[in-house]
């Protein structure tokens, strides 16, 4: 390879690290403290902005999707404590339940959850229990509250209601306050409810549209969903495209056989996304919802409808924002510590090994840099392992070209000139190079197989930092070395 | 550098002897304490929600909670009307109650007796659920088989089993020290551990690399042992430089990092000082004694 392929190489790699940088620069070093906290605010509260505002938050949200997440250590997040609702439990075995019985639903609950969690792309989540029977879940990031619901709470939302139409026909602008709530809730008859349709704004945010009341028996819900798919209409427009059980199936029959004529509510997470007109019974049991949602969201509906169902209601009882389990100080800390300990050793190389230390220092810098590009492009969440991992690959960066110098020492002491003693250097150290990074690449690819939790971070940290730190301390430092014998003329060389 | 030659493999007996007595110890150390104290994340333990009535911060509290002896398990909540801190500590023993009068006596002679209320206390579950910790070992399993399969490939197969043998001697050294020093295993342990046996490995092999190499020639295979030597010396100021930097990080780590790194740092510290002598002492040690009782046939090149 001749020397300007191997610099636009180089060049390139950069570039990439620098685009997969950025978005993770802007977030945390340009954009406020309180200005990143207004991407975690309610669609309610976010419409209470002007305009320009909403679409700069709509902006950042895209921003958050390519950047270097930080976990629940070290930014904390959401704190959500949930209650099973036993009684339903109880009434459905019409009897009081053995504290075995409620572990059991209690570990059947926590299994479901990691896994749901777990589809929607949350890493390192953390699921506990707490007390005998309450779960606690913590989601690194206070993003969306709403979302979090979404992922936690999920399924079982999804109800079927027949619309009232003689009272919704009724409804008058004037029994409405400002914000849309109904003044006088006594003018809904017993027997029905009223809810809110709801659609996407410009801003893709979900806003409250006009009130709608139903009759409030759920006709079939959640639970007898089979199968749930994403697909998109003949004009391009996401839909979710659900199979009920044999039994759902035949009761969605008999609904749709009764009510032909009227409307058919869907709602998911109180909120009525759809409510199409019933022309005839539909058998078969294929049902697909048409709503004003993004291909995303009809994705987390068909999500949250496939997850397997809870076998206990449940509910949020407590949800709230929590610090960093390291706290603020360990971090700043941990960062100082990280500047100090990285700074001695570009010192110590420089000390040791002169100017060829400076090839090396660069090396390294590259490959903090790199590592960082790639973490963001991966949208990767940054725990205290995960920079385990990176202290580990500044130590092995370093390694690899200490291996290197050293040979490239005894090549000079055995009479070579410079240059025959760099290549031939470079040849004998890239064997022991490969195969060291390669044991510990695979012990490391082992271990990200893990699902998740801790270890999966530290190993998906080091196995790209092992990756990158070959390319930096044999591809780039041998470029800079050609280069700089070239440019000085290097008759002896400083290492 | 280091010219003159220096006699390593040829003290494998005493170091044998330090390795095991470490080890021996160190088990017999973990086993009359009932296991390795385990932190929250793998025993679960309790929680105390504390108001702070007065302003302080999350080291403060921190510190009271390390003087207690109950682990440095802090969260601050973030609520607009009280500074609302979440406590944790390990199931350490059965009797919660005392640990949390404890800590309660802690915080309130620290900060006055009326400016602390207690809102809550509860019990939480283990982090890391016991089914994980299950699969970690057939994990673990698999990562050294397939490191076995690699090293028998590209060198031979004795020296996979002894790389790994030295790996195992880490990680053994390491737990033994967190329990000489009374440390619970919590998550950050846990990272150090995996980081250590990524350094063992890479140690090691490069010494075995250079063991190969000087193993093609026919005279020097005829004195195995002193080529064996000769080749740690060769490494030897590779294996130095590369440890003393990885050093100068984690001993930042620990001095500056704050108390809750220290753990994480100490475990490192210990790790990489073991992983160093390892591949030295440990690995090649074990070349040169597997070819006295076995010897190996020369490789034709």
């Given at each position: 390879?001749?020397?300007?392929?191997?610099?636009?190489?180089?060049?390139?790699?950069?570039?990439?690290?620098?685009?997969?940088?950025?978005?993770?620069?802007?977030w945390?070093?340009?954009?406020?403290?309180?200005?990143?906290?207004?991407?975690?605010?309610?669609?309610?509260?976010?419409?209470?902005?002007?305009?320009?505002?909403?679409l700069?938050?709509?902006?950042?949200?895209?921003?958050?999707?390519?950047?270097?997440n930080?976990?629940?250590?070290?930014?904390?997040?959401?704190?959500?404590v949930?209650e099973?609702?036993?009684?339903?439990?109880?009434?459905?075995?019409?009897?009081?339940?053995?504290?075995?019985?409620i572990?059991?639903?209690?570990?059947?609950?926590?299994?479901?959850?990691?896994?749901?969690?777990?589809?929607?792309?949350?890493?390192?989540?953390?699921?506990?229990?707490?007390?005998?029977?309450?779960?606690?879940?913590?989601?690194?990031?206070?993003?969306?509250?709403?979302?979090?619901?979404?992922?936690?709470?999920?399924?079982?939302?999804?109800?079927?209601?027949?619309?009232?139409?003689?009272?919704?026909?009724?409804?008058?602008?004037?029994m409405?306050?400002?914000?849309?709530?109904?003044?006088?809730?006594?003018?809904?008859?017993?027997?029905?409810?009223?809810?809110?349709?709801?659609?996407?704004?410009?801003y893709?945010?979900?806003?409250?549209?006009?009130?709608?009341?139903?009759?409030?028996?759920?006709?079939?819900?959640?639970?007898?969903?089979?199968?749930?798919?994403?697909?998109?209409?003949?004009?391009?427009?996401?839909?979710?495209?659900?199979?009920?059980?044999?039994?759902?199936?035949?009761?969605?029959?008999?609904?749709?056989?009764?009510?032909?004529?009227?409307?058919?509510?869907?709602?998911?997470?109180?909120?009525?996304?759809?409510?199409?007109?019933?022309?005839?019974?539909?058998?078969?049991?294929?049902?697909?919802?048409?709503?004003?949602?993004?291909?995303?969201?009809?994705?987390?509906?068909?999500?949250?409808?496939?997850?397997?169902?809870?076998?206990?209601?449940?509910?949020?009882?407590?949800?709230?924002?929590?610090?960093?389990?390291?706290?603020?100080?360990?971090?700043?800390?941990?960062?100082?510590?990280?500047?100090?300990?990285?700074?001695?050793?570009?010192?110590?190389?420089?000390?040791?090994?002169?100017?060829?230390?400076?090839?090396?220092?660069?090396?390294?810098?590259?490959?903090?840099?790199?590592?960082?590009?790639?973490?963001?492009?991966?949208?990767?969440?940054?725990?205290?392992?995960?920079?385990?991992?990176?202290?580990?690959?500044v130590?092995?960066?370093?390694?690899?070209?200490?291996?290197?110098?050293?040979?490239?020492?005894?090549?000079?002491?055995?009479?070579?000139?410079?240059?025959?003693?760099?290549?031939?250097?470079?040849?004998?150290?890239?064997?022991t190079?490969?195969d060291?990074?390669?044991?510990?690449?695979?012990?490391t690819?082992?271990?990200?197989?893990?699902?998740?939790?801790?270890?999966?971070?530290?190993?998906?940290?080091?196995?790209?930092?092992?990756?990158?730190?070959?390319?930096?301390?044999?591809?780039?430092?041998?470029?800079?070395?050609?280069?700089?014998?070239?440019?000085?003329?290097?008759?002896?060389?400083?290492? | 550098?280091?010219?003159?030659?220096?006699?390593?493999?040829?003290?494998?007996?005493?170091?044998?002897?330090?390795?095991?007595a470490?080890?021996?110890?160190?088990?017999?150390?973990?086993?009359?304490?009932?296991?390795?104290?385990m932190?929250?994340?793998?025993?679960?333990?309790?929680?105390?929600?504390?108001w702070?009535?007065?302003?302080?911060?999350?080291?403060?509290?921190?510190?009271?909670?390390?003087?207690?002896?109950?682990?440095?398990?802090?969260?601050?909540i973030?609520?607009?009307?009280?500074?609302?801190?979440?406590?944790?500590?390990?199931?350490?023993?059965?009797?919660?109650?005392?640990?949390?009068?404890?800590?309660?006596?802690?915080?309130?002679?620290?900060?006055?007796?009326?400016?602390?209320?207690?809102?809550?206390?509860?019990?939480?579950?283990?982090?890391?659920?016991?089914?994980?910790?299950?699969?970690?070992?057939?994990?673990?399993?698999?990562?050294?088989?397939?490191?076995?399969?690699?090293?028998?490939?590209?060198?031979?197969?004795?020296?996979?089993?002894?790389?790994?043998?030295?790996?195992?001697?880490?990680?053994?050294?390491?737990?033994?020290?967190?329990?000489?020093?009374?440390?619970?295993?919590?998550?950050?342990?846990?990272?150090?551990?995996?980081?250590?046996?990524?350094?063992?490995?890479?140690?090691?092999?490069?010494?075995?690399?250079?063991?190969?190499?000087?193993?093609?020639?026919?005279?020097?295979?005829?004195?195995?042992?002193?080529?064996?030597?000769?080749?740690?010396?060769?490494?030897?100021?590779?294996?130095?430089?590369?440890?003393?930097?990885?050093?100068?990080?984690?001993?930042?780590?620990?001095?500056?990092?704050?108390?809750?790194?220290?753990?994480?740092?100490?475990?490192?510290?210990?790790?990489?000082?073991?992983?160093?002598?390892?591949?030295m002492?440990?690995?090649?040690?074990?070349?040169?004694?597997?070819?006295?009782?076995k010897?190996?046939?020369?490789?034709?090149?």
């Amino acid at each position: 390879m001749n020397k300007a392929f191997r610099i636009l190489l180089v060049l390139i790699a950069i570039g990439i690290a620098v685009w997969g940088f950025s978005s993770t620069y802007i977030w945390y070093f340009r954009y406020s403290k309180e200005d990143r906290a207004l991407t975690n605010l309610t669609a309610e509260k976010l419409a209470q902005y002007p305009e320009e505002k909403r679409l700069q938050i709509k902006e950042m949200k895209t921003l958050r999707g390519r950047i270097i997440n930080l976990g629940l250590d070290l930014q904390g997040g959401i704190y959500m404590v949930l209650e099973p609702d036993y009684k339903e439990l109880q009434r459905r075995a019409g009897r009081e339940l053995t504290p075995d019985e409620i572990r059991d639903a209690i570990r059947q609950v926590m299994e479901i959850l990691r896994n749901r969690i777990d589809k929607f792309g949350v890493s390192e989540p953390s699921i506990t229990t707490q007390g005998e029977d309450r779960i606690v879940v913590e989601l690194p990031g206070s993003k969306d509250p709403d979302r979090a619901r979404t992922v936690v709470m999920g399924r079982g939302l999804l109800e079927f209601k027949i619309v009232d139409e003689v009272t919704t026909g009724n409804l008058r602008r004037d029994m409405f306050d400002d914000t849309g709530l109904i003044i006088d809730s006594s003018i809904i008859p017993s027997g029905s409810e009223l809810k809110y349709f709801w659609s996407k704004n410009k801003y893709d945010v979900l806003e409250r549209r006009r009130a709608v009341v139903l009759y409030d028996e759920v006709l079939l819900d959640g639970s007898t969903i089979k199968r749930a798919q994403v697909a998109t209409d003949q004009f391009g427009k996401a839909e979710v495209i659900f199979e009920l059980s044999a039994e759902g199936g035949k009761q969605f029959a008999q609904i749709t056989e009764v009510n032909v004529g009227k409307r058919l509510a869907i709602i998911l997470d109180d909120k009525i996304m759809t409510m199409p007109a019933i022309r005839e019974r539909i058998p078969g049991g294929q049902v697909r919802i048409t709503g004003d949602f993004t291909m995303k969201d009809a994705q987390d509906i068909a999500l949250v409808l496939r997850a397997g169902a809870f076998p206990v209601p449940l509910q949020i009882a407590e949800q709230r924002i929590v610090g960093p389990s390291l706290g603020e100080d360990s971090i700043e800390a941990g960062i100082k510590a990280a500047i100090v300990g990285s700074i001695l050793v570009v010192l110590f190389m420089l000390a040791y090994f002169k100017a060829s230390g400076i090839i090396a220092d660069i090396a390294l810098a590259l490959n903090i840099f790199l590592l960082l590009g790639v973490l963001a492009w991966l949208n990767f969440t940054l725990t205290l392992p995960g920079i385990a991992g990176m202290i580990l690959t500044v130590g092995m960066a370093v390694d690899a070209n200490v291996i290197i110098f050293e040979r490239i020492k005894e090549e000079l002491r055995s009479g070579k000139t410079v240059s025959a003693a760099v290549q031939s250097g470079y040849e004998k150290a890239f064997r022991t190079i490969l195969d060291a990074n390669m044991t510990t690449l695979i012990a490391t690819f082992v271990l990200s197989q893990f699902g998740s939790g801790p270890i999966k971070g530290f190993a998906v940290t080091l196995s790209i930092g092992i990756v990158i730190n070959m390319f930096t301390s044999i591809f780039v430092t041998r470029l800079l070395f050609a280069i700089g014998i070239d440019a000085f003329r290097v008759k002896k060389l400083s290492i | 550098m280091f010219k003159k030659v220096l006699k390593i493999v040829q003290h494998r007996k005493i170091t044998y002897i330090v390795s095991a007595a470490i080890i021996v110890v160190g088990i017999a150390n973990i086993a009359l304490r009932g296991g390795l104290k385990m932190g929250i994340d793998f025993a679960g333990g309790n929680m105390m929600q504390v108001w702070m009535k007065d302003e302080v911060t999350i080291g403060e509290v921190r510190d009271v909670l390390i003087d207690t002896g109950y682990g440095n398990n802090v969260q601050k909540i973030a609520d607009p009307e009280k500074d609302l801190y979440i406590l944790k500590t390990a199931a350490l023993e059965r009797d919660n109650d005392r640990v949390i009068q404890e800590i309660t006596d802690g915080l309130e002679e620290e900060f006055g007796n009326d400016r602390v209320v207690i809102e809550k206390v509860d019990i939480v579950g283990p982090r890391i659920s016991s089914y994980l910790l299950r699969t970690s070992y057939i994990v673990g399993l698999v990562a050294i088989l397939l490191i076995l399969l690699y090293t028998t490939f590209r060198f031979k197969f004795r020296f996979g089993v002894a790389a790994i043998c030295a790996l195992i001697h880490d990680v053994l050294i390491v737990l033994s020290f967190i329990s000489f020093v009374g440390k619970e295993m919590d998550t950050f342990i846990l990272a150090a551990l995996l980081t250590i046996i990524g350094y063992s490995l890479n140690d090691t092999i490069v010494v075995f690399d250079r063991v190969r190499e000087n193993l093609r020639s026919a005279k020097a295979f005829e004195d195995y042992e002193n080529t064996v030597n000769l080749s740690i010396n060769q490494s030897l100021s590779r294996t130095l430089i590369t440890s003393i930097t990885t050093l100068l990080v984690v001993i930042s780590l620990y001095v500056f990092g704050g108390n809750i790194m220290r753990n994480f740092a100490f475990a490192l510290i210990v790790g990489i000082l073991a992983g160093t002598y390892s591949s030295m002492f440990v690995a090649s040690a074990i070349v040169v004694d597997w070819h006295r009782l076995k010897p190996e046939k020369i490789k034709k090149v």
